[in-house]
Structure formats: C-alpha cells, structure tokens
C-alpha cells in the first residue's frame, strides 16, 4: 500500500470537513455505480458491480446435498471471498489472506440473519427440497477483481445482484421412498424458481474521518479513517446487521447517528441498485449484454 | 466480461454511439501509420547494403533483424527501432518528474516514480534550508527527514543515469522540492508529452499543476516560492489563529487552516478534468485540461457529475471538433 | 437465464457415458477430432495492470494481468538479468464442482517454464516482472489457455521476447487423438501431451507427457500441436496489430 504525504493526507480531511472530497463528491455521494448480470454463464447466478475503480464479481453455485440435523427445514448458504492477485500484487500468496476471511465473516453476519432464521436476506426455507433429506447448498463466491475502497458495500450489491439473476431449478422428488434411502431426484432442466430478493439487504458503510461520515470510501480515504461502521439495510427499512470496524473508540451517540445516517443514505441506494440491477437483467436477457465488440 | 477498458463508464445506448462516431472520427483525422506496426518476431525489412544499426527493440535471427517488441518501426538514417505506443516512462535528462519518497536512506532518498527502477536523490543535490551552499555534514545527514520524509511528494529534475540504469535526479531550484496541499494522480506516461513548461500556475483559480513527464500529476493550491528558503511544514501545525482576518478562512476542526472552498473546488474541478482526458485517452496538456475544465463550468455541470458519461462522451466530441478545425486551418 | 452446469449429481451420469474405441464417436461440441475451439483474444482488459488480456477458448475464460517490471524486493540477491514471477489462481467459482482445482498447483511453475524460454530477462535487470493468471472458467485445455494469454499480456506489456508462446494440447482417448480437449474429454482421456511452442522461432518452450505413447504417437500428437500452435501464433499477432493500430 503505497503511503500519503502529510499535504495529501490533509487535503483529504479537509475536504471531507468542509463537504467535497478530491473527485468533487459530497460526503453522502456515491461513485457511478455499474452493474453487469450474468457474467459466469456456469453458476447459477452471477453478477459484477463496479464502485468506480473498485471491481468485484460475485456467483452463486446451487448444489443439492443434506440439511444439518439440528434445522431440517432449512437450506444452507456459504459465503466466501477471494482477493485476487490481479486486484493488487500485495494480494498475492496468501497477501489478501486477511482481508478475504475479514469480507467474508462480515458479508455472512449481514445476510445470513439470526440463529432461527428470522431476518436472513435469503429465506432458507424456500432452498429445502425434501425436509430432513435433501436441500440445496448455495455457494456465493465474491472475487474482487479491483479495490478502490469500500469492497464490503459492493461485494454485498454484488450479492444481491447475482441472487436476482439466479435461477433454482425445479426438482421432483421420487414418491414412496423408504425413510431410510436416499430419494430419487429429477432435476428439471426446463423450470426455474427466481429468488425473492427484496428482503436482500444492501450493506452501507460509513468511514469515519475527523468529526465527519462518508459513504463510499476509496482506498486513500479509506487510509485516513479512525473507525467505520458498516451497517445492513433492507428495503423495509430494518436494520439487519452491524459491524464496527477500525482501531479507534466511537460514542455510543455516535454509532446511533451512523445507523440513522445509513438508513437515510439507504433509502436512495436500494432503489437505486434495484434499477440497475433490473437494467442490467434486462440488456443480459436482450442476448447483447453491456458490451460491444469493435 | 468480454471488455473494452471504457466499459468503467455507464454508456446508454445513444451516449455509446456517440461516443464510438467520435473515437472513429478522431482514429480517421489523425496520421495512422498501420503500414509499420509490427508484433513480438515479426520480421522488419531493413537494405542490409547500407548497413544497419539494431536498436531498442530488435534483435537479430538468421541475418533478419526481428522485432522483440510490439509497436511501430521507427527509422533514423542507419538506426532501426520499435517504438512502442503505450510506453512505459522513458527518462531523459532535464526531464521534470515528481515522485514520492519511499526511504530514507544515508545521504540520499529513494523515490518511487512510475520507473522500473526507483529513483535516487542525493542530499547533495537539495538545497538545504538555511539556503546556505556548503558542504553537508553530519548533522546534515542525520537530520535528513527535516527535509524530506518518506511518503513525501517532491518535484525534481532528471541530472542523469547510475550505471545500473536507475536515474539520478536534483533539486535545487526553487521551484521543485516538496509538494503539500493537494492531490497526485497517476496517468499513463505516454499520455504527457514533452513540452518546454510542466508548471503551470492556473492565476485564475490559484492553482498549481505539475506535469510529471513520468505520468505523476499534482494539483495542488498556489504556493508562492519565496527568496531562498525552502518552505518549512507549515501545512497543518495549529497556527496563531488569533488574526481577526482568518475569520474569511476556514479552520478545521482542531483549528489549523483549511483551504478555502473555492480553491477546493478548483483544484477538484481540473483533477476531474485530467481523469478524463486519460480515461478517454487523449493526451493532457494544460490547453486541453483547462478546456475541460472550462466546459463543464458553462455546461453547468457538477464537479462530481463530470466524471459520468455524458460529460465524457461531450469531451470526446468536443475533441473532435478542435481537431477538425484545426485541419481546416492547415489545408 | 443462467444454464445449469454444476450439480454434482449430474456430472456423475455424465462421466458414466465414455466414449468407446467406437470409430462414430463424435465430439460433444461437434468438432473434428483435429479442430480446436475458436479463440478470442483481448488485450489491455485491466488498467492497473502494466499490461493484460483476455482469454476465451470455448467455454475456457482465462484474464491474465503482468505488472513492472519493478524493483525486485531487497532480500534477493543482485542478478544481472531479470525476474519472472508467475502465478496461477483459479476463481472459486470457475469448475463445475467447487474444490476440484487442487489438481492445479503446480500450473504456476508451468507457466514460468513455458515462458522463461521467451522473454528477454536480460532487458530488465535487477528488477521483477510479476504474471498473475486468474482462469474465471475451466472448460478444459486449462494450462494452454492461461500459457497463450500469458504471453499476449507480456507483449501487452511491452516486456521484450523473442517470439510469441502459443500452447495446445492433445488427449488420446482409445485409438483417436484429439485436440483442444474440453473438460469433460480431459476427464476421460487416457494420456495426454501438452506443448508450449515460439511459432516464428519454431522452438518449444515447454512439452509434457502423460500417459503410455509408442514413439509414433507421440510424433503424430506434436506434429499437431505444433501445427495448432502456429495457427494461434497467427491469431494472437493479429489480435496484437490490432491493439497497436487502434491506439495510434
């Protein structure tokens, strides 16, 4: 990480003082948002986000296999991310170690909701198939492919696109299977079950630097931060999750105002998203995608 | 994920034609010299009665001299060699580069500037801060991170090559030297072209722009070079704020002395400008960012907004036209 | 809508359905036994990089991004001639079944063989050029992919080389030899033989051999993948020309 002299450094936290940071945002701005879907025709859904410079690409695997014995009714999700060496040579070798399992504990806290189930942005009763015997396993594998700050954020629109795009297929289960065996399944090639995301909540995370919050950091504000939180919204407004991150101690006052913040900012980010997550659905089903060959 | 590198921007349908007509205008004004590229082993037709000398870039098999990169051949009388488009920095001496400490090391700092090789100056070729030309000593060497520490961003001069290819470079005049309020982008080297000025003070908005011919930028607020004596940190210690006249300048939050707004905005409005240019390509120069710069404040544009697409696909057409004017006026 | 490739029930009633020494037996994708899957090739995918490219072979999706060269680190020793650090990941999503890419480990110091032969390490001493291969989706044919788009990148990077690295390999199932073997062919094949070639310099880089061959075999497989390999020297110097042409 290459380090900020004491001029730029200060010019940094002036600017997010007195309300425009170096690329002429304000603090509550966020970066041109792109949102492609479909991008690994071979997982069942799939999705790249891009927050200005910082580039990630989030898929989703479903793979049909066992509930746990203590929750039968239920599906299992796993969440992982992988920091590419292509992102940043420092990532190379175990170098992005850290920050991988770091995104990845966070992005599971915000998504996967309390121990019974209650306010998981993925419903997992809608992933069983056969209760006690088969359910389907859904992998999401997040890979950052460039970092510019504020991976978190968009490894979770990321997340949430690619579960719009996923796609569940239908699967019969053999009638008049012995308790004992392990039943018959026909996967259908023809039906798929689309996932209800709206409950799918949007993380926002606010950098804390000097008095003042930012959304959308990059990495060099993101080098002058004290703390941040990041917080999980969903569309109802309901705070689904909230991890504080960063060295230095926050009031208790102010974690409350950073929660109201996000809530505030979410409003506008979830439509938002929503939109580009529906265009980009849209221009991916119209078979040209978002690119042109020359 | 079958990319072009402008897909960073959100093109809608109309604003990607557009933005397509004008590129292709510009590939069709501009001299293209298709007839000479080549690619890594291609063979370049060289008279071999007149004698020819292998440069940068070639390499000889079979009595063929053989391109070892890709790029366009370039010939000077006897000499043969590949030029190649998207260079990488190719020091020369004079050339006024800024680059960032990265040690400190006895006698001289190491500074990283977009080389292959970091570059080295020497405490011998600074100015010292009394202004006093002597020998440096030892209190000199120690107290070095007075001067320059490391993550510092500093303005100097190539003074030449070390044997081992790594560049020496000097300081002394009082126009280079440390660099503090403001904002370094990196760019592509090739974009920046040699010109007789890199600093320029835009009098208009009090700003300062440095054209790092290594592909380093700076934009930072005006700092008048005065009489002799290097600046000392004056950027952040809590000043003697008790003048009735700072109350028309901001204070932060721990009561050092902020940058005006306007400055900011400034200074943000032309960074905005130079990211620009070089997502789209185009060389910079101060002409072309204070144009852009220009344009966005008549088209009323916001500072923020200008780095999204319609601003870019506008700069792209607006290019196209200068350069056909310009060709107009030729022939 | 995203076609459902990866539950791990299907792939075993595939791999069932081998092909037999059973002379009607088509390829899946309708090939000939000695037709290789059509290449795109893009350069220049990721700016960061110093140079980068873009890799499809099929169902086959390679990015491969070099940067410097740049100072090496203090710890190594001065050498007058260069480094080459290659490294090869594959994306957690890339193979139908998630984990299967353990087979792949030695891929990174493949790559650096296969390339060690073509770049002119003594054009930047004292300094590291780093090459990270990230293979988005594995169809098959994996290490050639990234072998290929390797060395695009480096010339997209400007790295001096004596010549382009173009790779195919070749799988003998039964009595046939085919190749540009997709996934589920490797799965199956019986021996395989893998070759990266310098097409104008005509010298191979790199050659491995899994498998029982009788010598004529072996000579027949080379001959095609050399044969293969100078048909995709041609495309990736177009592909090249291009990018230089466009950016004049």
Known sequence: MVGLSAGEKNFIRGGIEQDLRADGRQRQDFRPILIETG????????????FGATDVIASVKAELGKPNPLQPGRGKVAIYVDCSPTAAPAFERGGGEELSTELSAALQKCLLGGKSGAGAGIDLSSLMVLEGKVCWDLYIDGLVVSSDGNLLDALAAAIKAALTNTGIPKVDVGVGASPDEQPEVNISDEEFLQFDTSAVPVIITLTKVGREYIVDATSDEESQMSSAVSV???????????????????????????????????QKLIPLLDSEIDAAEAASLAGQGSDVDP | MRDLHLQQLRLNQTQRVRLQTALQKLQDVSPSSAAATVAVADNIPVNHEDGVLKGHGTSELDGQVVATLCGVVERVNKLVYVRTLRARYKPEIGDIIVGRVIEVATKHWRLEINFSQDAVLMLSSMNLPDGIQRRRTATDELNMRSIFEENDVICAEVRGFQHDGSLHLQARSLKYGKLKSGQLLTVPPYLIKRRKQHFHHLENYGVDLILGCNGFIWIGEHVETSNGVMEGDGGNKVEESNESSSHSVPLGEKGQRLMSLETRQHICQIANAVRVLSTLGFSLTTEGILEAAKASISLGINTKDMLGAEFHVQTAEREVGRRMSLLRKKG | MASPASYALRR????????????????????????????????????????????EFGSTKVIVSVFGPRESKKAMKYSGIGRLNCNVNFATFSTATRGQESDHKDFSSMLHKAL???????????????????VLESGGSDLPAVISCAS?????????????????????????????????????QDGSLTVAFMPSRRE????????????????????????????LGEIMRTCLKQAVSSST
Not at chain 3, 17 to 42: E, I, K
Not at chain 3, 116 to 134: H, I, M, R, W, Y
Not at chain 3, 161 to 187: F, H, K, R, T
Request: charged share 20%; aromatic share 4%; with cysteine.
């Open chain 1, 39 to 50: 991008v690994i025709p071979q997982a069942n859904g799939s999705a790249r986000v891009r």
């Open chain 1, 232 to 266: 999980s919204v969903n569309s109802h407004g309901k705070v689904c999750g909230l991890i504080k991150r960063g060295g230095a101690g926050l009031d208790a006052s102010v974690i409350l105002d950073m929660v109201s913040a996000a809530r505030h900012v979410s």
């Open chain 3, 12 to 55: 075993h009633q595939q791999q069932r359905r081998r092909p037999l020494q059973d002379d009607n037996w088509v390829r899946s994708d309708g090939r000939g036994f000695h037709q290789c899957r059509p290449a795109f090739l893009r350069t220049g995918a990721a700016r960061a990089a110093s140079g980068s490219a873009y890799a």
């Open chain 3, 116 to 134: 060690e032969g073509a770049v002119l390490l003594e054009s930047f001493p004292k300094t590291t050029v780093d090459v990270f291969a990230l």
């Open chain 3, 152 to 188: 695009l990148a480096l010339a997209d990077a400007g790295i001096m080389m004596y010549d382009l690295v173009a790779s195919a390999s070749v799988s003998c199932i039964g009595n046939s030899l085919i190749i540009d073997p997709a996934a589920e062919e490797e799965d199956c």
């Open chain 3, 204 to 231: 191979i880089t790199q050659l491995t051999l899994t498998g029982e061959w009788s010598t004529g075999r072996i000579h027949e497989a080379t001959e095609l993948c050399l044969d293969a390999c100078s048909k």
